[in-house]
């Protein structure tokens, strides 16, 4: 199945632009999801309250968790299962260190993930990508399409 989807935010730029399309397949094998391609994929965030965000080591009731929509991501893959992935720590957007992923391992100037079986590890190719630097390897499942191509503008050139 083929499908249009837009790009919203700055995660992909220079690669892709705020307000494009892109055209994107749903794969009917794991096999098609490859390295260094262009994928969209449904996450979902998770909120905690605010008053409970405060202090170290913290707990947080099961109720008080918030979970919003899943949103549709476009990002690229750089990691695929059993990768070690390392992330230069000066690549990393200036939010990013209070946020990096526990699972991550900090050696020297590089984070580091090893990327389990059955996820992928993704990234956004702009600077202020929120992505597997902050939420980890991402489960294959949660992948949707691979992107073939952006579309023209078809605004009109004045």
């Not at 790009?7 to 494009?20: A, D, K, N, Y």
């Not at 059993?82 to 391992?105: E, G, K, L, N, Y």
Request: glycine share 8%.
């Amino acid at each position: 199945m083929f499908k249009i989807v837009l790009v919203s935010g700055q995660s992909m730029i220079p690669t892709l632009r705020h307000g494009e399309q892109v055209l994107a397949w749903t794969p009917f094998a794991r096999q098609f999801f490859k390295r260094g391609g262009i994928v969209t994929l449904s996450h979902v965030h998770l909120h905690l309250p605010t008053d409970t965000q405060s202090g170290a080591g913290f707990r947080t009731p099961i109720a008080g968790i918030q979970q919003e929509q899943p949103e549709l991501f476009v990002k690229r893959i750089v990691g695929l299962p059993r990768d070690t992935v390392r992330i230069p720590v000066h690549q990393s957007s200036h939010h990013i260190p209070a946020a990096v992923d526990p699972q991550a391992r900090r050696d020297g100037s590089n984070w580091i993930w090893r990327i389990p079986d059955d996820h992928v590890f993704i990234r956004g190719d702009g600077p202020y990508s929120i992505d597997s630097v902050v939420w980890g390897p991402v489960p294959f499942t949660q992948l949707r399409q691979v992107v073939l191509c952006r579309f023209p503008s078809f605004q009109r050139i004045s």
